[in-house]
């Protein structure tokens, strides 16, 4: 495992990773309710979209005819496994070969990439982002299993690659399309506090937590908090 590349904070070194590791694993996220509450939200939230979803593909085709409606890019999710996360496409073709000329430009801090004024963003994506409508493919990862609706944000292998072990604690439940990160600032934190929110969700993750995180999310969504 490769070490982390910057300094874990007081508050994490504070941290006690047997407890936390032994929360992670609670009943709450092995239940089958979790699984079955997945199931029928991202059912009905795919038969409701449908429509709006045709509607987004024909207006990322009449921007870029030849580009895909769909990208797809490996995220790293429960216990380290590799799967395929899936979102509308809201950047140019090409994007990832330009993100290593783009790196110094990072705003946020840790292995994560954001940019708020991204110049490979797409005009139809900058308004897809904005309203986290990019994001509503994911409701198929979901229902394949590689998701939960709430959850960590799921990250890239390159990200987990600088991962420290208590980073890693993260990967112990399933990434979710939303999570206490998303909901508290989103881009608007640094790497630290959403790993710190994240564990958070580990020791207090819950049924009634989990619709308070869904709730939430529709009123991010609608006041574009930390979009970007």
């Given at each position: 495992m490769m070490n982390n590349i910057y300094e874990n904070n007081s508050s994490i070194n504070d941290f006690e990773l047997t407890e936390q590791q032994n929360l992670a694993t609670s009943i709450f996220f092995g239940r089958?309710?979790?699984?079955?509450i997945d199931i029928v939200?991202?059912?009905?939230?795919l038969v409701v979209l449908a429509i709006p979803f045709g509607f987004v593909a024909l207006l990322i085709k009449l921007e870029d005819p030849k580009g895909p409606v769909f990208f797809s890019q490996t995220r790293v999710g429960l216990n380290g496994n590799y799967f395929v996360l899936y979102k509308f496409r809201t950047m140019f073709v090409g994007a990832e070969e330009q993100l290593a000329d783009l790196m110094e430009k990072n705003e946020i801090q840790g292995p994560m990439f954001k940019m708020k004024y991204d110049p490979r963003i797409t005009r139809i994506g900058h308004?897809?982002?904005?309203?986290?409508?990019?994001e509503f493919p994911q409701l198929v990862n979901v229902l394949k299993g590689d998701m939960s609706i709430v959850g960590p944000r799921p990250a890239l292998p390159r990200e987990v690659e600088q991962y420290s072990d208590y980073h890693r604690l993260r990967l112990l439940v399933k990434p979710g399309c939303t999570g206490l990160w998303q909901v508290?600032?989103?881009?608007?934190?640094?790497?630290?506090?959403?790993i710190q929110?994240?564990?958070?969700?580990?020791?207090?993750?819950?049924?009634?937590?989990d619709i308070q995180i869904m709730?939430?999310?529709?009123?991010?969504?609608i006041t574009r908090d930390g979009a970007y």
């Open positions: 089958k309710t979790k699984r079955v939200v991202s059912l009905l939230g308004f897809l982002r904005k309203f986290s409508i990019d508290n600032g989103r881009n608007n934190l640094h790497f630290e506090e959403m929110l994240d564990l958070s969700y580990l020791t207090k993750g819950s049924f009634l937590l709730l939430k999310t529709f009123l991010v969504i």
